[in-house]
């Protein structure tokens, strides 16, 4: 029942490494939290896409995209809280220069439970109703038209969640690697502000887009 199957894979894999709220969010955690908190983070974004796959699955995504109201309210407090995120980061920020310029540690490790970062990641995307929409429109597109079955939709979900995992496991594991050289603090105040500027960019795109 599913058509082009490797073509799907092939199209979630450029989709998923497009840089978008969950990617921006992953970073932000790894980099100041750790990579346990980060993958945590990712768990928490792959549980929000199984809830999408499952609306879709269900018709429920298009109650959302057809409704106005219930669009608008996803996607304010989606905004809201990816400009939180994104605000909050710039503050951590400030407060370490601040503490660098006085003479005091900066840049140290803070801590952020794998809970609290999985929450964060399941909010970030479950939120975002520009994610219900691209599931509703994007998975059908590789379903047979006469198909009466949610099947073929709950495998095309759970093949794009498991490459969305792996893909953004990878990119977590790379920062990481990398992470002797941009945990310096000049790395870091560079990386963390251009990190928030781009939540509280996300959230007003969010904010800005269109029901339709």
Request: net charge positive; glycine share 8%.
């Amino acid at each position: 029942m599913v058509e082009h199957y490797l073509l799907f894979i092939i199209v979630s894999c450029f989709l998923i490494m497009l840089p978008g709220p969950d990617m921006a969010l992953a970073t932000r955690n790894t980099l100041l939290y750790g990579q346990s908190v980060g993958l945590s983070t990712i768990t928490g974004t792959s549980t929000a896409l199984m809830f999408h796959t499952t609306a879709a699955a269900l018709g429920l995504s298009a109650l959302l995209v057809e409704s106005a109201l219930l669009f608008s309210i996803f996607k304010y407090i989606g905004a809201l809280y990816l400009a939180y995120l994104g605000i909050r980061t710039l503050l951590t920020v400030k407060n370490q220069t601040a503490a660098q310029i006085n003479g005091q540690p900066s840049f140290s490790k803070k801590y952020l439970s794998k809970k609290a970062g999985y929450f964060q990641g399941l909010l970030t995307n479950l939120m975002n109703p520009k994610v219900a929409v691209f599931f509703l429109t994007f998975l059908p597109q590789f379903v047979r038209s006469d198909n009466q079955s949610i099947v073929p939709f709950f495998e095309l979900g759970v093949s794009h969640i498991i490459v969305n995992f792996i893909l953004f496991s990878s990119y977590v594991l790379l920062i990481t690697i990398f992470s002797l050289w941009m945990q310096k603090p000049a790395v870091q105040r560079v990386i963390q502000s251009v990190t928030g500027c781009i939540l509280i960019g996300f959230g007003i795109q969010l904010a800005l887009a269109g029901h339709r």
